[in-house]
Structures are given as structure tokens and as C-alpha cells.
């Protein structure tokens, strides 16, 4: 026992000697670890009794307990800011970066649903077409599909068949019309020249014609043989059936590979979880008081932690007629204790200031405030 090297009452930093050397050259640091060292060293009982560390025990804990702190800050921020910095460059360091919000996650999610209903996204649509065959009402695209080549992987997804009637506007006709120059010039402007007689939008309003195709295409509907499709499992059933084998039907579809593909981007040194998001350590010199008290607490866990590991190597110590039992089991135990309260109250400052609870907070201030200028008397103005 004799021959440990203990703590000589003060140190002298020099860049080196931490383990990683994260903040070896910040020149706060180098001051608070000497400072540090001092801390610890007489919360743990010195000069009253030995303290079996050296200075590069005490400087591996100011360190790693820096590490943490920034550890626990910025898993925080990415909880709040991934969404929003996925795809930014894994390059960038974006711990002095004010992160706002955007759209970009929503809008990706977007795409998705303009592809599935035909408005836009990332998936290319394709045309195709099958020949029409007298007497035959059913139609197999799936087969349709293999047979050109065009099947892929997951397979083809019809989108949109043009089998379609007439539009109902091409079998209006409007009594109040005349058939003059003028009232073909205003269908005209309307894109619907040379599909039937002119209808006059002065008569009556633009809603009673929408009533008048909804009525034309209802009748088609119950009262005609009227041309309509169903499609059940890329099955084509075609209504009436062709009583002549001339033409084609026409539609659009997506491959099935498409869409697995579209949902994924590939992003080569891009943020895109959040292993890779582009925090790193915390610069020393920029923590605040606040965050420094919890580093001091927390090096001062880290080095009883170790002094007990170290002391638990000696449980007894003989000496004349006795032996001396150090307290190693009491050093761990306080420690544990000390560095899991520590962690749980950092957590909790993180919840209490994350972008959920200050916008709850915010917008609770504003109520009340509006509650309390509700109570403000208004001022009678008399002129």
C-alpha cells in the first residue's frame, strides 16, 4: 500500500494527458481541469486522509464527464431536429446551428400520395393498351403485362382506364339558347366549340348546369346500356361486350418495383439516421454555468467511482495490533447513486426546455396573459 502514488495536493495540466484529448487545447479547460482536480480531491476527503488517485485520474473523469454532458444535450436536439436535418450533409457541424423546422419530411410523405392519386410524385406512370376482340368482356392485363415484357419484379398496378362515354356535355342542350354567332363565340371561349349546341351562361347560373350533366349522366346510367368498365385485380371486364373487334383500350399503370424504389432515396453522405447526424462534442469553453456545475458534480461521481474500484483492491490493511478496513462498497455504492440522479436531473432540464415543452409553455403564457388583460377596464372616451 505504501507504494501507491497518491494525490500530491495540486496538478499542472498539460494537452496529452486525457485519454481522447477531445479538449486538450481549449484553454477553459485546461484551467477548470487542474481546478477540478483540486474539487474532487477534497470532496473525497483530502489532506484529512490519502486519496489513492493521480491527475490523469482526475482529468479522465473531467473529460468523460464533459463527453456526457454533451452526449445527453445533443441526443436531445436530434430527438427534436431529425426530421428536419435528414438529408443534410453528414459533413456539417451543427452544434452552433439554430435548426429550423421545415416541410421537407411532409412533403416527401406527399409525393407518395400525389403518385397513388394521379396528381403528381415520383412515379413514373406508363400507357399501354389492349386490342379489343369481338365477344370478349374480360381482359387479363396482368398476362397482358408479361406477355410485353414490362411486369417487373412486384408486378404492374393499373391506374386509370380511358373507357369513358361521352361527356354529358356534348348531349346538352339548352332550349333558351339561340344560334347565333355570338352565343357560339362564348361557348367558344369556354373550350367546348364544335362538341354541341351553344349554351347560354346568362340565362341561368353556372350550378344548374352542373344539375343538368349530373341528370344526363345518371340516365346513362339507369336507363341506357351504357359503357362502363370494372377492374378487380388488374381484370379488365368490359361492359357491353364488344360486338366488333376494332379498336383499343387504353390505360395507364405503374410498376410495382417503382414505388418500393421511390419510397427509398439513396443519399451518400447525407444524414440519414440518427448514427450520422452531424453533432459532435460540445467546445468547453461555450457551456455555460449551469452546465459546468453538472460536469463538476458528475467528474466528482466518476473519480469516487474510481477511488472505490482502487481501495477494493485492499479490502484490510494490516497495522500494529489491528487492521484498517477501507470503504470501498460505501465509495461505489454513493457513486452509482450519485451519477444516476445526476443523469435524471439533466434529463429533466432537457424535457423542461425541449421545442414541445417551450411551445407549450408559450403558448400557455399567452393565454394567461390574455386572461389577465381581459381584466384591464376599458376606457370611456367621451368627445
Known sequence: MANIQIWP??????PGETPFGFYDYDSEFQVDADKVSNFCARRLGYPLVDVELQDINFYTAFEEAVTTYGNELYAYKIRDNQLTVEGLSTGSNINKAIVTPNYESIIRLSEQYGSEAGSGGNIEYYTGSVALV?????????????SSGVQGDYGIEIKRVFYESNPAIVRYYDPYSGTGFGYQNLFDSFGFGGMSPAISFLMMPLNYDMQILQAIELNDTIRRSNFSFELKNNKLKIFPIPTTGSGNIFFEYIKRDDRIAGSIQQTPGSVTNVSDT????PTYKHINSVGRQWIFEYTLALSKEMLGYVRGKYQNIPI???AVQLNQN???TAATAEKNSLIERLRGYFDETS???????????SEFTNQELKNVPYTI???
Do not use: C, M
Not at 452531424?278 to 462534442?281: A, G, L, V
Not at 421545442?355 to 408559450?362: F, H, N, P, Q, T
Open 278 to 281: 452531424p453533432y459532435t462534442n
Open 381 to 383: 372616451y367621451i368627445g
Open 320 to 322: 500494529p495490533g489491528d
Open 330 to 332: 460505501d465509495l461505489i
Open 9 to 14: 495536493g495540486s496538478s499542472s495540466f498539460f
Open 134 to 146: 369481338q365477344g370478349q368482356q374480360d381482359y387479363d392485363l396482368k398476362a397482358w403485362a408479361s
Open 355 to 365: 421545442r414541445k415543452a417551450l411551445l407549450e409553455r408559450r403558448a400557455q403564457e
